[in-house]
Every structure is written in C-alpha cells, then in structure tokens.
C-alpha cells in the first residue's frame, strides 16, 4: 500500500511540477491584494499582537486553502473522473481512495508551504518576525484543511457539465468570502455560518490564540467532525463513472 | 468462463439489453463485436462490476480488485512519460508482475524507443501500447479492453493482439473492436451482440462461413439485417 501510494503521489507531483505558474499564483494574488488593502500599515509603524496579526491573515489563509482545495484536489479528481481516468485508473491501483488521497496529502503539504510562506511576507512587509504565528498558521490550516475538503467534496456529487466545474469553484469561493464578512449575533446562525470553512477558519484561530470558550469550541469541533465525515461518505460513494459523459 | 445470463440493463429509459445470454470461452481471446450504440462499453462496464443490470447476472462477478480494466479513450496524465508509467504499473503490480517473452519483446522492439517521451508527445497509438502494456504486466483473473486497437496502424494492432493473446491461455481476456479483419488469424471467440441480445457466440471461421463468400463481414451484414 505504501508503495502504491508513493508511485501515485510521484504522478501528482510531476502534474504539480509541471504547472509552476498556477502554483506560484496561489499566494501571488493574495499579496498584492494584501499590499493593496494593508498598505497604509505597511508603511506606517504601528505595532500588532499575535492575535491582530493573526486576524489579519485569516481570510488570505482561507482564500489559499480553498483554492487548493476546490482547484487542486477537488477540480482534479472530478476532471479525472470526467475524462475516465478514474475509471480506469481505479481498477490499475485497485482502489479509489488512494487516487484521492494522493492529491489531498500533496496538496496539504504544498498548502501549508504557501501559506507558511504568505505569513512570513506578510510579517517582513509589517517590520516583525513571530515564530508564534508561522506555528499558528501551521496549526490552523492543520486542522482546517480536511473539513474544507470535506464539506466541498459535496461538489463531486452533482451532476453538471464538466466545462462548469470552474464557475462552480469560483462562486464557491465567492460565497465563501462573502459569508466570512458576517458576524450574526444570534448563536444559532453563528454556529450555522460555520458550514462556511473560512468563517470555520476564524472560529478555530479564535479558539487557538483566545481561552478555553467551550461555547465555541464545541460547534467547531461538531462542524468539523461533520464536514469529514461528509468528505469520507462522498470519496467511498462516488461513482468513478463519469457524471456527465459517456466513457 | 463468464456466464452472462437473461441480463436486461436500461440507460436513460432506454432498453440496452433484454435477456442476453452468453458465455466467454477460457483459454483463448474473448471478443465482443456489434454495430456502434449497441452497448459493447456498458457491457464491458456491467462485467467488471461497476454498472449493475436491471435484471438477470453475470456468473462469476470477479472481484474490482482482480480485473484490469482499459477504457475506450486513453485517458492519463500528460506530464508522465512511458517509462514512468510502466513504473507505475510495476509498483501496483508490487511482486505478482507478469512476465512473458511477447511482453519482454514489445517493450524492447516497440516500447523503448519512445519510453522517455511524455505522454503529451507521444501519438495516441503509442500512449495505448504503453497503457495495454502496462496493464497486460499486471497480475490480474480478468483483463478487459474497450477497443484496444483504436487508432493503431495495423503493424501495431497485430501486436497489441498478439500480447492479449499471449494472456489469454490462463487467464480471462475480454475486449471490444470494430476491425473484424484484424481477428483472423487469432484464436477468439466471437460474442456478436445486436438488437439488445447475443445474436453470434462462435470461432472466426464460424462467423464467416455464415456468409456465402465466407468473408466475414458480409457474414456481419448479414447477421445485422
């Protein structure tokens, strides 16, 4: 099994290596976005606490871990599913899960990298270096990376046009950013908008950098549980039949 | 031997098959032949297990985990190269690899040569001989190919056949074709599917001998009509 997975993920990242451009665009759109709006802070000399820093980075982390996601894993495994690579490809490896899990190990790592990296341009364009916030970054999309595939991996279940597949991806991150910029006050919307894996990303570094809040950490820990368990059900029931061709 | 038995099978309210019967002969190819919609895919499908029929059974269902399965376009990852693909094939195939002297002798007379090309450069005929190849190297109970000689100029559809049939004396072999000229000189049976049921299960010359000229496909017209 380790073998197979290896000769698989060596495939994965000779598709990586050879599209360098989209790799590098992840973290190149939210800088220039980040010097556009942080501009002013960038050149002043204020100084932030962990936690300011911190917030600062949420929704760019979160933009990074979706568009891995949803572009990379996801959008991946349902072209190779449309194409009929999955199809035959599954009986080759004799199992489906490892094809999936291929990417997503690959793409946790190079997420990591990529937002690792943003923090610490991020931290340089402020004039500070905090050890705690690159373990913070770590940390975060750590435990965020495997619901966000999960609750998106409901994508895999639709039946649209493989040609859709990126204005499906591009409204889901612009639902995504939309959600993150409401704060309800009333709880159960609270714990509702949590099915959103940014405002989920918020939730979580609030639990990490602030005290032990029970009221917070058990809605997290419920969506989270939820959103993999609903990632896991959609790998093991997804036809490896293409949804929208015959092949 | 497979024994496919009164299988019905419905694609979008459309009829596909009604009571179809055959069986698969061992120790020689296993051919499935008809005109284009008939349903030679679904069937491939139906048999490895992955489409199930509305009624009626395939007899035995062979575990996913023991079939290889090419499907009819040669979909794979464009940034690999041949040489990385029979790697590839290799590591699935962990110590239970096949080795034969046809296998040995395609790859060193056909394969090698392009073997460090990427599979964006390569021809389709050339991206097929690697894949049935590589799949042919794998230890499987049942081999399936959705027209394995598509695109192949006939030098190499002879040899992609004759590497099926070097399989085919212990193991299951299946596949799919429109060229009926290319099985002649072959040990196959013939399953001739048309009009939703299995209207020919026999040999080449079987076939032909349906016809008066004993071509075979007069012997294919003539069947169909």
């Known amino acids: 099994m380790i073998n197979k997975m290896k000769a698989l993920m060596k495939f994965d990242i000779a598709a990586t290596l050879d599209n360098k451009v989209v790799f590098i665009y992840t973290i190149i759109f939210p800088i220039g976005y980040f010097y556009f709006m942080e501009w002013k802070q960038i050149f002043g000399h204020n100084s932030y ?43 080759i490896v004799q199992s489906k899960l490892m094809i999936i899990l291929s990417p997503l190990i690959l793409y946790y790592l190079i997420t990591l990298f990529e937002t690792i990296c943003f923090s610490i341009i991020v931290m340089l364009s402020l004039h500070l270096i905090d050890l705690e916030t690159i373990l913070l970054t770590f940390l975060i999309v750590s435990i965020i990376y495997l619901p966000t595939y999960g609750i998106l991996n409901i994508v895999l279940m639709m039946r649209f046009n493989h040609q859709l597949m990126s204005i499906v991806s591009g409204m889901t991150l612009l639902i995504a950013l939309f959600a993150y910029t409401f704060t309800p006050t009333n709880r159960i919307f609270q714990w509702l908008l949590l099915i959103d894996p940014i405002q989920l990303l918020g939730n979580v570094c609030t639990i990490l950098t602030s005290k032990v809040n029970l009221t917070m950490i058990v809605p997290a820990l419920v969506v989270i549980i939820i959103d993999c368990l609903i990632g896991l059900s959609v790998s093991k029931m997804m036809p490896i039949k293409s949804a929208s061709v015959r092949n | ?108 007379d056909e394969i090698k040569s392009f073997a460090d090309v990427k599979f964006r450069d390569m021809s389709g005929g050339q991206r097929r001989l690697i894949l ?38 212990d193991k299951q072999v299946i596949f799919t074709t429109h060229n009926l000229y290319e099985l002649k000189n072959l040990d196959v049976n013939i399953i001739f599917i048309s009009h939703r049921e299995c209207v020919f299960n026999g040999s080449y010359s079987q076939l032909s001998k349906k016809a008066s000229d004993n071509d075979i496909i007069s012997a294919y017209s003539k069947i169909l009509k």
Do not use: W
Request: charged fraction near 15%; aromatic fraction near 10%; include cysteine.
């Open chain 1, 49 to 91: 606490s962990n936690y300011d820093l911190i917030s600062m980075l949420i929704p760019f982390i979160g933009y990074v871990v979706l568009i891995n996601v949803l572009n990379n894993v996801i959008g991946v495994t349902y072209a190779r599913r449309e194409s009929g690579f999955l199809k035959m490809y599954s009986f």
């Open chain 2, 1 to 108: 031997m497979i024994n496919v038995n009164d299988l019905s099978f419905s694609y979008k309210n459309k009829l596909i098959y009604q009571k179809l019967n055959f069986k698969t002969a061992n120790g020689k190819l296993n051919c499935i032949v008809g005109p284009n919609g008939v349903g030679k895919s679904t069937l491939l499908d139906l048999i490895a297990g992955i489409t199930k029929p509305s009624l009626g059974k395939i007899d035995p269902l062979i575990s996913k985990h023991d079939v290889v399965y090419q499907t009819q376009g040669v979909p794979f990852l464009n940034e690999v190269s041949g040489d990385d693909a029979i790697q590839m094939f290799q590591s699935m195939g962990g110590k239970k690899i096949q080795s034969n002297s046809k296998l040995r002798q395609i790859y060193n």
């Open chain 2, 132 to 169: 049935v190849y590589g799949m042919c190297t794998l230890n499987r109970k049942l081999y399936l190919f959705d027209e394995p000689t598509s695109g192949l100029d006939p030098i190499n559809s002879q040899l992609v056949l004759s590497l099926l049939n070097s399989i085919s004396r």
